[in-house]
């Protein structure tokens, strides 16, 4: 069966089933009793075979359906229905019958290593929450459900990794800053695999995010640059907008008249003062 849409049927009661059965039963001692002692020798032979088969077949056709669980039921080769309700029934006793949980499961993927979009390797690891959402297809479709889900993930969380840079520049989106959009995508990945097991994926995030063992220790020295530099890069924007606002205030109140070459002394060391990681060792001019 190549594919195959959930039918959601509702079978008959098994109280009902056996209710009727047990009516029969009392019907038929009534009648016994009339005529005991000619109806004894009936009962051991056909009568009797007859009562076991019943029996048997009311026995073979009780289906119990716990809550958060379905009942795949299948006659001769072909798909009758699904039972999603809970409760006590009846149903063809010839038909076979699956059980499968309707309830979430959580999958955690193995921490694979994997070039990003950049060709850094990376490790990288998901977390995803599924259910079945037709039981159908997950019976059918699939031969090893929770098998395929489990190569299903990692398939995605390569093809994630593979699309996006680990660190993005700004207004890219990366696998370590964007992690919103990041399990977004992942989700929507995985839907679009499983669709065709039948499956609901929840949720499903990134558990797990490291650059490979053998250049962790550069990249981390790579970082740690990119914020000393953003940091340097900061630090003189304020102490250019302080020293320009130094001069315009010197100029407009007129405290004194700087010509050019002690206007570029006094920047430069304005600069130093404020860029300086060492204190300011102060100058004073004697005049000798």
Sequence with gaps: MARSDEVVVSPMSGFAAWGGAAMLAVTSLALVGAFLAEALPLWSGPLGAVAL????LLWRGTLVVQPNRAVVLVFFGRYVGTVREPGFFWVNPLTTKTEISLRARNMGSDKVKV???????????????????????????????????????????RE?????????????????????QVAAELLAALQ???????????????????????????????????????????????????VEHALHDLSERDVVELSNAD?????????????GQAPAQPVLSTGL
Excluded: K
């Design 160 to 180: 994630l990794a593979q699309a996006h840079p680990y660190d993005g520049a700004d207004g890219e989106v990366s696998l370590r800053s964007d992690t919103q």
């Design 263 to 275: 206007r570029g002394r006094l920047v430069g060391n304005l600069l130093v003062v404020l860029c």
């Design 115 to 157: 070039n990003d979009r950049d060709g850094n390797p990376v490790v990288i690891g998901a977390v995803t929450v599924w259910r079945v959402g037709d039981t159908a297809q997950a019976s059918f479709d699939v031969d090893d459900l929770v098998a395929y889900v489990d190569v299903q993930i990692e398939a995605a969380v």
């Design 53 to 56: 088969v019943v029996a048997f």
């Design 192 to 242: 679009d695999r499983l669709n065709r097991a039948g499956v609901e994926v929840m949720e499903a995030r990134i558990s797990h995010l490291a650059y490979a063992p053998e250049i962790a220790g550069a990249m981390l020295q790579r970082q740690q640059a990119s914020a000393v530099v953003a940091a340097r890069r900061l630090i003189v924007e304020g102490a250019v907008g302080m």
